[in-house]
């Protein structure tokens, strides 16, 4: 291919498939017009012409009249920000599951490096792909505002950020946390007790099960995410925010609710011998019941969230040069 | 210096470039002979920005183009629509206006 079908091929390529026809035949012409002051042009001047042009890439985007980001200025740094506490939160979990059980690891050491380095990497990965994926979302369904805008919509100003950066970034390291402990710590969390053939362990989770569910817990996470988000880009409480936490945070439980309230999720075997072990108790407490007493503990921490966060934005409505956490 | 006087310089001559194509585009004109008018008026513009400045004015609904096919090598000629006109008014108007402005100062 010569060089200026390779110039052209390279600004078209970077254009929505409408437009490359007819940008084609207009660069065609741009050439042949340019090459006209010459009687019988040969390599040497076709190539000065097309250098004249400047770089394919800034004629490309001159075309297209606008940049183009996957995350944009308004969202890079705090997309950057998360992006590392959520690699750095997945390393953390994912070597502590790892080293916890390392001794119990019949393998060789090398097969447990190799395979702890690619669970690393694996966990990196996929968190980085949910992050780029939110923020993504984010930068193509919300424009910042430059038109008319009222100066009751301009952000309080606060000498100590309301809603500390602290907790925010606890909630996201959460929020990883039980992503990582569920994918890589499952198998190992067992109940352990003693029989007449010794100590004996047998896993909570029925793998297989747990693995066809691992999109609820991809969501939790994800919901965990927005969450921490929502709360860097309002640092107070407000209308909006508190509707998204509101919102995201109902989704989280409902996906909760749906992942453990799933009775094939918990071990057969596991079922068994707690069945066994509670019959010891003197009150009534069978799985299902605790299963059910943790889902009304969630949901009650959610509502009295809810509500603490309502009170917050009503008071910080009513007190609007003072905002309350 | 020179790179900052240079932006600035670009940044001062971005859009003057659409009012003096709007102008000249009474009547019709294919890319290259607007390059060619736009020098002799002592206004260099290089064919990679107006080309891409051309197209996108017409997307606005200033400029209307047929593509000539004709002659020995097809042209795509391009002329000043109604709405190119009205904002052709507008924009001399806008530009009078910051002309005398600056040259106050100046």
């Known amino acids: ?325 | 210096m020179n790179e900052i006087v240079d932006g600035l310089i670009v940044e001062l001559r971005r859009g003057t470039v659409s009012l003096a194509v709007l102008r000249l585009l009474d009547e019709k004109a294919y890319g290259y002979a607007l390059v060619a008018s736009l020098q002799a008026g002592g206004f260099i513009v290089d064919p990679s920005t107006l080309y891409p400045l051309l197209r996108r004015l017409e997307k606005q609904g200033l400029l209307e183009s047929h593509w000539d096919t004709e002659g020995a090598k097809p042209r795509k000629y391009y002329i000043r629509s109604t709405l190119g006109s009205e904002v052709l008014v507008e924009l001399m108007h806008e530009w009078q206006s910051i002309r005398t402005c600056v040259d106050r100062l100046l």
């Open chain 1, 1 to 325: 291919m010569n060089y200026r079908e390779r110039y052209i091929q390279t600004v078209i390529k970077q254009l929505p498939s409408k437009d490359r026809a007819e940008v084609r035949l207009e660069i065609e012409a741009m050439i042949d017009d340019l090459l006209d002051a010459y009687e019988n042009p040969t390599d040497a001047q076709i190539n000065s012409v097309l250098l004249s042009l400047g770089h394919p890439n800034k004629m490309a985007s001159q075309y297209l009249g606008r940049e183009r980001y996957l995350i944009g200025p308004l969202y890079y740094d705090m997309f950057l920000m998360v992006l590392k506490i959520v690699i750095l939160a997945i390393l953390l979990g994912v070597s502590i599951a790892y080293f916890l059980n390392g001794i119990q690891l019949e393998a060789s050491f090398f097969s447990w490096l190799s395979s702890y380095t690619a669970s690393l990497l694996n966990g990196s990965l996929q968190g980085a792909i949910w992050v780029i994926l939110i923020f993504t979302i984010l930068e193509r369904t919300t424009k910042p505002k430059t038109e008319a805008f009222k100066l009751e919509d301009l952000p309080e100003t606060y000498q100590r950020r309301p809603i500390s950066k602290g907790e925010t970034i606890f909630s996201l390291v959460c929020s990883v946390v039980v992503l990582v402990a569920v994918v890589y710590f499952a198998p190992y969390l067992r109940l352990y007790f003693h029989s007449d053939a010794g100590w004996q362990s047998i896993p909570l989770f029925n793998l297989d099960v747990l693995e066809a569910n691992l999109w609820l817990v991809i969501l939790i996470f994800a919901c965990g995410v927005i969450r921490a988000i929502n709360q860097l880009i309002y640092p107070y409480w407000n209308p909006k925010s508190v509707g998204i936490d509101i919102v995201f945070g109902g989704l989280s439980l409902a996906f909760n609710i749906l992942f453990f309230s799933n009775f094939a999720l918990y071990h057969a075997d596991f079922l068994q011998i707690y069945t066994q072990i509670q019959s010891n108790f003197p009150f009534d407490l069978s799985w299902e019941r605790l299963v059910i007493y943790f889902l009304v503990f969630l949901t009650g921490a959610y509502l009295l969230e809810c509500g603490n966060h309502l009170y917050q934005a009503y008071k910080n409505s009513q007190n609007n040069r003072k905002p309350q956490s």
